[in-house]
């Protein structure tokens, strides 16, 4: 078991999101709070249906609290009958963490898009997709990396499957590989944890400035330099020349 998974204190929560590793970006699937359709065997009308009622919840949540929203605020918004929330989620917070759970989902999918590009175009496009995700879904990304409402280790659990998989990106991306040694990780870690700094700080501001290409070059140079102290320490793992 990697060492990040020790961030997530509550076992269940980790067993749980133990999906989400070991796949690429494009194939991630939201395996941990599947509803009883879907379990199942669910129809992909059904499936359809429990998108529609996620992405509701995105634009609600982006615009309130999560205390704030009773089940009833929601299903009055959504037009639907309550019971349908409970039928596919079970309970509030399972509704919570499915908008979460999605929204990491697409983050990762976003940031590791355009595959076939030479590896310094991938870089800046995966980093860019990662902003644009930041910027577009503001409320989810920071429930995301903040960890939810209050201490959410479930949410913490599904923060530490998004480094995974956006860290296997980078690792693809630079080494052609996504096994690479402990300290390489741990390095590329520390810069993941600066970049979710960084997107924090600037998506707070109230004027895009800087603006997003000079964040994303900002967050490239950081990355080479990163990537340049890797192979200081470890030779056998050089850092790849430009395209």
Request: proline share 5%; charged share 25%.
């Amino acid at each position: 078991m990697r060492p990040v998974l020790a961030l997530a204190r509550n076992v269940d929560a980790v067993r749980r999101a133990a999906p989400y590793f070991g796949h690429s970006a494009g194939s991630w699937r939201l395996g941990r709070n599947l509803n009883n359709s879907q379990q199942r065997g669910g129809t992909s009308r059904s499936q359809a249906r429990r998108a529609e009622l996620i992405a509701i919840g995105r634009k609600l949540f982006a615009d309130a609290s999560y205390d704030a929203l009773s089940m009833d605020d929601i299903a009055q918004h959504a037009g639907v009958a309550k019971g349908l929330f409970y039928y596919y989620f079970k309970s509030k917070r399972g509704y919570y963490l499915a908008i979460v759970e999605d929204s990491a989902a697409g983050l990762v999918a976003r940031a590791g898009s355009a595959t076939e590009l030479p590896r310094t175009i991938r870089v800046h496009r995966t980093i860019d997709g990662y902003l644009r995700y930041a910027d577009q879904h503001r409320a989810a990304y920071r429930a995301i990396v903040t960890g939810g409402v209050g201490f959410d280790t479930e949410v913490f659990a599904i923060r530490d499957a998004v480094r995974e998989g956006l860290i296997a990106e980078i690792a693809q991306g630079a080494y052609g590989q996504r096994d690479i040694p402990p300290l390489a990780r741990l390095a590329l870690i520390g810069w993941l944890c600066g970049v979710e700094g960084v997107t924090l700080d600037w998506l707070d501001r109230p004027e895009p400035d800087p603006d997003r290409d000079t964040v994303r070059e900002l967050l490239v140079r950081q990355l080479r330099r990163t990537l340049d102290t890797i192979e200081d320490l470890l030779p056998d793992w050089p850092a790849p020349e430009p395209d």
